[in-house]
């Protein structure tokens, strides 16, 4: 079973510059997340897709950060503009539906504001 | 006051050690508890994912969950230098949020 894959792998780019990260879940994977992870922490969810709807985007900036899920299976987040502290590794999960199921994560997106 | 409290560590232990991790938790509704290994560069790996109070164990790992305490715990027996890594805890409720820990850098010393 092929994992969560997402790309870019490592990003760098000026302050108020925009960004973009795309994911593609593992197959079947009704469930997927975005998570935001600054060095020295755990992982923060951003958001939180059930098929192609929000279920939980609380903790998103939603002045500058977006997310969609088209169609239900891959996802991009978006960064516009970013500042310094937007520094970190961003995250992907995914997992079937229901609260009891495990979430696999993708390796991440190390994004660097400067 | 964080919902997950980890122990921060940094742990180093010797090859073969038995190794302790912790953590508490305020959330009385959360019902699902996992343990992810994070290895440098790389994205969190479940390693233990268990539902309700007691011990759960699977080769060198055992997870045990005490909820009325609000606690939980990894044991890693016989540690591995390839045991080196960032441990997250991570708990979530039946509406199926998890919140992590900042986990715990564990380096074992052959």
């Known amino acids: 079973e092929a994992g969560v894959a997402q790309s870019p792998r490592y990003k760098i780019i000026e302050k108020r510059q925009s960004v973009a990260f795309w994911c593609n879940p593992i197959?079947?994977?009704?469930?997927l997340y975005w998570y935001q992870q600054i060095l020295g922490q755990g992982p923060k969810l951003l958001i939180q897709?059930?098929?192609?709807?929000?279920?939980?985007d609380s903790q998103l900036p939603k002045d500058r950060f977006s997310a969609e899920r088209l169609k239900g299976v891959d996802s991009t987040l978006k960064i516009q503009p970013a500042k310094l502290e937007d520094s970190a590794v961003y995250l992907c999960?995914?997992?079937?539906?229901?609260?009891?199921?495990?979430?696999?994560f993708g390796q991440g997106t190390r994004l660097t504001v400067v | 006051q964080k919902e997950v409290e980890q122990d921060p560590g940094p742990l180093s232990v010797p090859e073969g050690a038995i190794v302790s991790l912790n953590c508490t938790y305020s959330?009385?509704?959360?019902?699902?508890f996992m343990w992810y290994r994070q290895y440098s560069r790389k994205g969190p790996e479940l390693l233990m994912y268990?539902?309700?109070?007691g011990n759960k164990e699977d080769g060198r790992f055992t997870a045990q969950v005490d909820k009325s305490s609000k606690y939980i715990s990894l044991f890693i027996r016989d540690s591995q230098p390839s045991d080196s890594a960032t441990y997250l805890c991570?708990?979530?409720?039946?509406?199926?949020?998890?919140?992590f820990g900042d986990g715990t850098t564990l380096t074992v010393k052959p």
């Open positions: 268990t539902y309700s109070s």
């Open positions: 197959s079947g994977h009704a469930t």
């Open positions: 959330n009385s509704a959360f019902q699902y």
């Open positions: 999960a995914s997992s079937r539906q229901g609260a009891g199921t495990e979430a696999f």
């Open positions: 897709f059930q098929n192609n709807g929000v279920v939980d």
């Open positions: 991570a708990m979530k409720s039946s509406a199926g949020k998890s919140t």
